[in-house]
Structures are given as C-alpha cells and as structure tokens.
T-cell receptor
Framework: ETAVFQTPNYHVTQVGNEVSFNCKQTLGHDTMYWYKQDSKKLLKIMFSYNNKQLIVNETVPRRFSPQSSDKAHLNLRIKSVEPEDSAVYLC????????????FGAGTRLSVL | QQKVQQSPESLIVPEGAMTSLNCTFSDSASQYFAWYRQHSGKAPKALMSIFSNGEKEEGRFTIHLNKASLHFSLHIRDSQPSDSALYLCAVSDMGYKLTFGTGTSLLVDP
C-alpha cells in the first residue's frame, strides 16, 4: 500500500540543467526526509523537515534545495546538476519528531549525462 | 559521526536455511536499532526494530541487540526466495537522523 508518492519515477538530463522532484505523503505524518541512494545502495540523509521547518541539513552541495509548502509535501530542487548527482532520491516520512520508523516512497532515479 | 557497517556484503543461502545478518555501529549513545528490507526497484520497508538489549522475535525474524558490543543482528528462520532483497540496518539516537548501514544483498536459492 503506497502512501508516499514521488514523481517522476525517472529523469534523464544533461550536466548543468535544473531538475525538481516532488514528494507527497498521505499518512498525516509531521516529519519528512530526503535520502540519496548511490550506486552502491548506500542511503544517506540529505534533509529533514518537521511541520514545514527544516531541522536537518546534512553537508550537501548548495545546488540542492528542499522546499516544503505544507507538512504533506517536500520537494527537492537541484540547480545545475553534476554527473555525481546520478542516484536514486528517496523521500520518506515518519509520524512525529523522534519517531524513527520511516515510510519510503519508491524513489526518483536521476541520470545525468 | 555515526558509522554503521554491515556484514557480509552479500550472501547466498538455500531455501529453508537460517540466515544471519550483522550490523555494527560506532555511537554508544544510540537508542534505536532497526532493519529495513528493499526489494529490487522498490521502496525500503521497515522490518522490525528494538530499543533495549536482548532479543525480539516476529514470525520468522529475530533481532538481537548487544549495546556493549555495539552490535545487532537479524536472523531469518526458514529463508524463502521472497526474502531475496537488500537488507539495511539503521541506527538512531532518537533524534531526527536515522543512519543506515552499507547493506547486505541476500539471495535465497530455491
């Protein structure tokens, strides 16, 4: 049963372009996350929002910027993509602050040519 | 910064066998320990979690935690081909950040 929806599923683009990924959760959760899964399947947290407020901002390049309009939506924009940005970007949510069980979306696979 | 390592990197077991997966962590202040499973091309999904030392069993799955050794494990009894997936351990200090391990790729051979 899917409750964290990500679009698009795949995106192919060229170096230097701007891309945006969308995420919506219908679980009524307060906290949302962006994780990056690289080619070796390593999952690394990028950002975390609690009720539209940014609470975790890991060391990621400044070309990455999260955007949250309400607690059910968390988007990710990448300005001027680089080849190393090729990865699967996974959105997740959890019920509340400090509640660690994450519910993931299926991911957006980005390929930078 | 929390370091989470898994072993083995990959594993092939026959159907019906017991599978054991390992996870070590570096931060002794960690309070939450979990296993996630990710089938190919799908979203990671939480399997089970534990907070205190000891053992917890849910169906064919058992999680063991030894905080003093900075180690926890997942054991799968009567492994099935449908268990073939990437297994990710995860550790948190109950803050906002869940740190994932390097993953173990499991193949159950029918």
């Amino acid at each position: 049963e899917t409750a964290v929806f990500q679009t698009p599923n795949y995106h192919v683009t060229q170096v230097g372009n701007e891309v945006s990924f969308n995420c919506k959760q219908t679980l009524g959760h307060d906290t949302m996350y962006w994780y990056k899964q690289d080619s070796k399947k390593l999952l690394k947290i990028m950002f975390s929002y609690n009720n539209k407020q940014l609470i975790v901002n890991e060391t990621v390049p400044r070309r990455f910027s999260p955007q949250s309009s309400d607690k059910a939506h968390l988007n990710l924009r990448i300005k001027s993509v680089e080849p190393e940005d090729s990865a699967v970007y996974l959105c997740a949510s959890s019920p509340r602050q400090g509640q660690n069980t994450l519910y993931f979306g299926a991911g957006t696979r980005l390929s930078v040519l | 910064q929390q370091k989470v390592q898994q072993s083995p990197e990959s594993l092939i077991v026959p159907e019906g066998a017991m599978t054991s997966l390992n996870c070590t962590f570096s931060d002794s202040a960690s309070q939450y320990f979990a296993w996630y499973r990710q089938h190919s091309g799908k979203a990671p999904k939480a399997l089970m979690s534990i907070f205190s030392n000891g053992e917890k069993e849910e169906g064919r799955f058992t999680i063991h935690l030894n905080k003093a050794s900075l180690h926890f494990s997942l054991h799968i009894r009567d492994s099935q081909p449908s268990d073939s997936a990437l297994y990710l351990c995860a550790v948190s200090d109950m803050g906002y950040k869940l740190t994932f391990g390097t993953g173990t790729s499991l193949l159950v051979d029918p």
